[in-house]
């Protein structure tokens, strides 16, 4: 199981840069929301992401994440808020 811990006052500040660097996303990863989407939905390993600080993140890529997680089967999300 791979846990990812994110945190979102670097999402904030460094916002997709710092997604890409975390998920060790391709080079080519658009640093948008749909592209975040789509590479959440590759995962094909069960992985955990835990959002901290997330009342600083949009509530569009929060939904971005919930909505991966329902539709791939080895990623959860949570987050603290």
């Not at 999402?11 to 660097?21: A, G």
């Not at 069960?46 to 901290?52: A, G, S, V």
């Not at 600083?56 to 994440?65: A, K, P, Q, R």
């Amino acid at each position: 199981m791979k846990i990812i811990e994110l945190d979102g006052k670097c999402i904030k500040k460094h916002s997709h840069d710092y997604l890409k660097e975390k998920f060790s996303f391709p080079d080519y990863y658009g640093k948008n929301l749909d592209a975040l989407y789509d590479c959440l939905t590759d995962i094909g390993v069960e992985t955990e992401i835990h959002l901290k600080n997330s009342s600083l993140v949009s509530l569009d890529m929060i939904d971005t994440f919930f909505d991966a997680s329902v539709v791939n089967k080895y990623l959860t999300f949570e987050c603290d808020d």
